[in-house]
């Protein structure tokens, strides 16, 4: 889905208080904790040594989440780059989680045990109330990633990252479930393949 002769370079955003306790963040604007910024510093010195010269003239887009934002900035500081020459695309905004929002993982089975279990069954097509599925969020991010019409360099969510990558490498929703969504690394997507650094 990719054009020819087209890069992306996906970091996940870095890491928050939310994640470190297992706390579902979905579209809340949390930020970033001290761990989150030194991920995204670690990450804009990569993105630096990997694309040299060629920094300047690429495409920079983010979510319009905090802490997607945060980690953009951040990255680009370290990249000797303005840290507000980026674009935002709503498009790229982690998945609604509705009313799991706030909630920890480790008390969902208590709180929602039918939405929990649902989930497990159908992990793809569940949607929890007022949120979205991650086929949903996969036709959202199709959408996107049709657009894109040279290299880019993205911030974004987990949901993202995952479902971004299942397009690129044409994957099954079962594929896609367990794929790893580091906040210390970059993803780069070419053609059809993928490869974290």
Known sequence: ???????????????????????????????????GRAQAARNGEALKELLNDKAPVLDYVASPLLRARETMEIARIAMGLPKDAYRQDERLAEIRYGHWEGQLWSELPTIDPEGFLARQKDFWGWR??????????????????????????????????????????????????SLPVPQDKILVLEGDTARLL
């Open 1 to 35: 889905m990719l054009k020819p002769g087209t890069t992306l370079y996906f970091v996940r955003h870095g890491e928050t208080d939310w994640n470190r306790a297992q706390r579902y963040q979905g579209q809340q604007d949390i930020p970033l904790n001290e761990t």
């Open 128 to 177: 929890p109330d007022g949120g979205e599925s991650y086929a949903m969020l996969s036709e959202r991010i199709a959408g996107w990633l049709e657009s894109v019409e040279q290299t880019t360099v993205v911030v974004a969510h987990g949901g993202v990252m995952r479902v971004l990558r299942g397009l690129i490498e044409g994957l099954a929703p079962e594929a896609i479930q």
